[in-house]
Structures are given as C-alpha cells and as structure tokens.
C-alpha cells in the first residue's frame, strides 16, 4: 500500500464509502464512539487524538473497542498536534497509546503519526461487524415550559429540532480545521462540550458570533465521548462571553450551568 491509502481527515464523521480498507488519521478524540465511527467505515487501522487522555482514560477507550473487531488504533499525544486538525496530525503527531492489534503490526508509542499509519498497513482488518451504537443521543430532561436538554455523544448528533433547546455534547470543543465554525446547524439555546486539556477552545467565540452561550467542562471532570458523564460529572472550564453574560464561571458544574441556562 502507498501513502495514497492513507485518509487524513478532521473527524471521524468525514468518512465515506471509499475509507473500506485504509489506514485514517483522524482528528477526532479517541472515546468509543469515535472508533465506532472508525470501525463502521470499516477501515483497516485508525489514529485519533487522545484528548489530554481525562476522566477514566476516556480518551484512549476506543483502543480496547477496536482491538475486539480487529482494528489497529492508536492515539497521539495532547501536546504534539491540534484536535480537529487531521493535517496537523499527520504532519506532527507523536503516537501516545496504541492497542494489541496495532502493537502486533508493529507499532508503538513514540512514532510520528505518519510512520504508525505506515505500519498499520500490514494489520489484518476488520473481523466481524461493529453493532449499533447504543443512546448515542438521548434526553436528559424536559422542563414544564417546554424546553429541552439534549445530550449528543457528538456534535455530529445535533438536530434542527434541537433550535431553542440546550445541547451537552460530549466532544471536543474546538472548530474543525476545515469547518471552522457551527455551520448550518441550529441556533441552540446553550452548547456544552469537554475542553479535550484545551486552554483555548475555538468553539466557544463562534459560538458567541450565534449569540450562542457556550462552556466546557474539564476532561478531567468527564468522560469525553459520554454526554451522560458530560453532565452528571462535569465541572465547567471556560464560557464564552454570552454565557458569561448569563452569570456562568468557570467552576460551576455542568448541571449548575444547565439550570442557569434553563432559567435566562
């Protein structure tokens, strides 16, 4: 195989038909619902980004996932390269954590992202079929006035219908490289996502440009890829200037910046 059979991405949602058999590079975090995504692209072996690794490992999960279907997995470390910046990746990624199937083809912490992709071209494959994954998206609660809370394992989850509701996601909270804002999705009361050991999300200021109060909660405080942990454990890290507007601080917990959204 050449480095033609090597697809470089911002996230694991930009797969297509065409992935079947290759090696990605993808900018995604690397909880189990990114290598969900991996693993129904059906590509032979995965790269993604271990998120400042958090809250019970979350962000190497998907490492024992894929090593189930036979997938070669790895993550680079926080500090070498951007989430959500499949080129950055590719050109400066330094692996963190690899599985037993990948360890197997070869391997190991220390490569550059590139050179692992390589190698990950003699694993096996796929073996079996990834099942649906389950309450991916799913309610928290519904308020006697109407509104709702969301919770989406991935931004990638949030619906129109969601316009005027508060959204806790369980992603990274940085724009994608080649996306680098909401885009066409709706104008959410309130959007929530985990900092992925991020100084500076990129997220939160878009959003602000949508009028949108945005937060993160700490990846040490929740599992990232968890929406239900986002909420239930996460204690916020940075707002942006309209949720700062409502009265939310960094140190709040998640579920505090929930009811004060609920009741601006």
């Known amino acids: 195989m050449a480095d033609e059979d090597i697809v470089i991405n911002d996230s694991v949602t930009k797969f297509d038909a065409d992935s079947a058999g290759k090696v990605a590079i993808s900018a995604s975090h690397g909880a189990v619902y990114a290598g969900y995504l991996a693993a129904r692209a059906r590509v032979r072996g995965v790269i993604l980004h271990d998120a400042g690794v958090g809250k019970d490992a979350a962000g190497t999960s998907s490492l024992s996932y894929l090593d189930d279907l036979r997938i070669a997995g790895a993550t680079v470390t926080g500090s070498s390269a951007r989430i959500g910046d499949g080129a950055d990746m590719a050109a400066n990624g330094i692996i963190s954590h690899v599985n037993s199937t990948a360890s197997r ?31 991916a998206r799913f309610e928290i609660l519904a308020t006697d006035g109407g509104l709702r809370v969301i919770g989406c394992d991935s931004t990638s989850l949030v619906r129109a219908e969601d316009e005027g509701h508060i959204v ?11 996306a680098p804002t909401w885009g066409n999705r709706p104008d959410v009361l309130a959007a929530i996502f985990n900092d992925a050991g991020s100084r500076t999300p990129s997220r939160l200021p878009d959003l602000d440009t949508r009028g949108i109060a945005g937060a993160t909660v700490s990846t040490e405080s929740a599992r990232i890829g968890d929406a239900r942990s986002t909420y239930e454990d996460g204690v916020i890290s940075h707002v942006n200037k309209t949720a700062r507007g409502h009265g939310a601080v960094p140190g709040m917990t998640c579920r505090a910046f929930v009811d004060l959204m609920l009741g601006a």
Request: hydrophobic share 40%; glycine share 12%.
């Open 168 to 178: 806790v996601t369980a992603s990274h909270g940085e724009v994608l490289k080649e």
């Open 105 to 135: 083809a070869g391997c190991a912490p220390g490569q550059t992202a590139m050179a692992c992709a390589r190698i990950m071209q003699s694993a096996p494959g796929i073996e079996g079929e990834a099942e649906a994954y389950a309450e």
